[in-house]
């Protein structure tokens, strides 16, 4: 068994105990959600509150590589993929997420 299954096989023990369910592409998946971060952002008439976090999820779950700009529903909300963290064959993907309409 290769490190990346070793890690997939124990990432999906702590999903299954820890994990929060999300929804991207009409799929639930579970993740590991991270704390949020407040920060400001300076837009055009001021400065507005801008929350970011990280899902992680398992490679395996997804039907398809996420994309910048696409929805995740997590907690009866909508938010927007503003990155992601994806390095093949590692088994863990990590999506930062922010508000769907800021």
């Known amino acids: 068994m290769s490190i990346h299954n070793e890690i997939a096989s124990d990432f999906s023990h702590i999903l299954a105990e820890f ?15 991270s704390e949020p971060m407040l920060s400001g952002e300076l837009v055009l008439g001021g400065e507005v509150d801008d929350v970011r976090f990280t899902a992680k999820v398992l490679r395996s779950a997804l ?8 929805i995740v529903h997590w907690d009866q909300k909508d938010y927007r993929i503003k990155a992601v963290m994806n390095r093949s064959p590692h088994a863990i993907i990590t999506l930062e997420l922010g508000p769907a309409n800021p």
């Not at 039907?63 to 696409?70: C, V």
């Open 19 to 33: 994990g929060k369910p999300v929804q991207f592409l009409g799929r639930t998946l579970l993740a590991l959600i």
């Open 63 to 70: 039907p398809e590589i996420p994309r910048s700009g696409q």
